[in-house]
Structure formats: structure tokens, C-alpha cells
């Protein structure tokens, strides 16, 4: 098991919309436990699949606190089948370094996707796993937080991470 690099704004695989996965396979496994452990390190609560330069519909999420950690959900084609209600969270992102902001999205949503066993998972989510798998979802569509905020505000981050990019020379 490797820890996977971690891709960033404005690298344009986070900007592409994911192809779904067709079959489960060895390589699919593999990628699913590295980034689970690239997650945990960083540390994270969730990652998408085009975060290590692989645009396909894969997410790991964990939003456990503490012990209860070290258990993620691995979805595969996950989709929202129903989202309801309001709320406000203010998230960052590892693909969005030294940044975070408000972001509105729907308080609860049911999401379908199918487990590394290729079988069916329902989960109905709240509060923060909410937040994470509508994030992580938005990912597989070339979505980042940032694209859910003022145009100011992305605007200006846009410009303060290509200063900071150019400082480190890349
Ligand atoms: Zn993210």
C-alpha cells in the first residue's frame, strides 16, 4: 500500500466529470484502500478518486470522530437519489489548500451506490456525512466547493493560490 499523491486547484482532473465503473476489479480494490489510507493521513473525512489523478466515480468517506475511526465507506457510482432541506457548513478540502469557506447544501440526502463487492448500498445521511457525500459526489463531476461560492470570493482565491504556486516555482 502506497500513500497517493494528492492532486490540486487548479489541476484540470479535478475539473473533469468522472466515468462511472463498470466492474469492480483488483485495481479498483487496491486504488480504494490507498486512498482510504491517503485519506487518514492527511487527515481528511472524504476523498474522491480524481483527487489522486483518477477521474472515475469512486469516493471513500470517513466521518467517524476518535476510536470509531478506520472503518470508511468505500462507494462506487455513488449517486443522490433524494436531498432535502438547508443547511450551512463551512468546508475545506484537500485539493483546496489553505482554504475554507461557507458552502449551502441540502441538510439530508439518500445516496445509492454499489460496495467493492459490487452489491447495492442505500445510505440516508445528515449533519456532516451529509455535507461530505454531497462534497465528495460533486467531485465525480468536476465540482469543488469553491464552485458553490461567490464568484468574488473564488475569484480571489484563485488569484492568492497562483501567487502562492508561482512562489513555489511550480
Ligand atoms: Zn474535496
Do not use: W
Not at 466529470?17 to 485519506?39: G, N, W
Not at 463551512?90 to 447544501?105: I, K, M, Q
Not at 466547493?145 to 497562483?162: G, H, V
Request: glycine share 6%; net charge negative; aromatic share 4%.
Amino acid at each position: 500500500m502506497a500513500l497517493l499523491p494528492i492532486r490540486t486547484y487548479p489541476d484540470p482532473v479535478l475539473a473533469q466529470k468522472c466515468r462511472p465503473i463498470d466492474q469492480v476489479d483488483q485495481d479498483i480494490r487496491r486504488l480504494a484502500e490507498e486512498m482510504a489510507e491517503t485519506m487518514y493521513d492527511a487527515p481528511g473525512v472524504g476523498l474522491a478518486a480524481p483527487q489522486v489523478g483518477r477521474p472515475i466515480r469512486l469516493i471513500v468517506v470517513d466521518t467517524a470522530e476518535g476510536e470509531q475511526r478506520g472503518n470508511p465507506m468505500m462507494l462506487v457510482n455513488p449517486e443522490i437519489l433524494e436531498a432535502e432541506g438547508e443547511l450551512v457548513f463551512n468546508e475545506g478540502c484537500l485539493s483546496v489548500p489553505d482554504y475554507t469557506a461557507d458552502v449551502h447544501r441540502a441538510a439530508r440526502v439518500k445516496v445509492q451506490a454499489r460496495d467493492l463487492d459490487g452489491k447495492p448500498v442505500h445510505i440516508e445521511a445528515e449533519g456532516l456525512l451529509s455535507v461530505c457525500l454531497q462534497h465528495e459526489i460533486d467531485h465525480l463531476d468536476g465540482r469543488l466547493f469553491i464552485d458553490r461560492i461567490s464568484q468574488l470570493k473564488r475569484s480571489m482565491y484563485r488569484k492568492r493560490r497562483l501567487k502562492q504556486l508561482r512562489r513555489e516555482g511550480s
